[in-house]
């Protein structure tokens, strides 16, 4: 079973960047499409970014497509989402998760394909 462990969150003014890691546990961390999903204050979880296992082919929501950039280092389990160019709407709470099924989008995209889920890391943007 792979375990979840989201860091890198913190406090950046409007337009800097962050990088956020996921280290996970477990030696079948290769086999999982990884996700990065968040959730704004009085909002719902939202999808961010999606990565699979085969082939690392990505997918982001529209709003933050060439802003962030997911990635996967598979020797060292972790997986990663650099954000650029941020904005105060950026902010929430980062979670990563992990998928043992590799879907193809839509369902690549909702939380509820994922099984296994960080607790998360708060990303505040300041304008």
């Known amino acids: 079973q792979v375990q979840l462990v989201e860091s890198g969150g913190g406090l950046v003014q409007a337009g800097g960047s962050l990088r956020l890691s996921c280290a996970a546990s477990?030696?079948?961390?290769?086999?999982?499409?990884m996700g990065w999903f968040r959730q704004a204050p009085g909002k719902e979880r939202e999808f961010v970014a999606t990565?699979?296992?085969?082939?690392?082919?990505?997918y982001y929501t529209d709003s933050v497509k060439g802003r962030f950039t997911i990635s996967r280092d598979n020797a060292k389990n972790t997986v990663y989402l650099q954000m650029n160019s941020l904005k105060p709407e950026d902010t929430a709470v980062y979670y990563c998760?992990?998928?043992?099924?590799?879907?193809?989008?839509?369902?690549?995209?909702?939380?509820?394909?994922?099984?296994?889920w960080g607790r998360g890391t708060l990303v505040t943007v300041s304008s």
């Open positions: 998760a992990a998928s043992s099924i590799q879907y193809s989008v839509p369902r690549a995209t909702m939380a509820q394909y994922f099984e296994i």
């Open positions: 990565i699979n296992w085969s082939t690392s082919s990505t």
């Open positions: 477990g030696r079948t961390f290769s086999r999982y499409a």
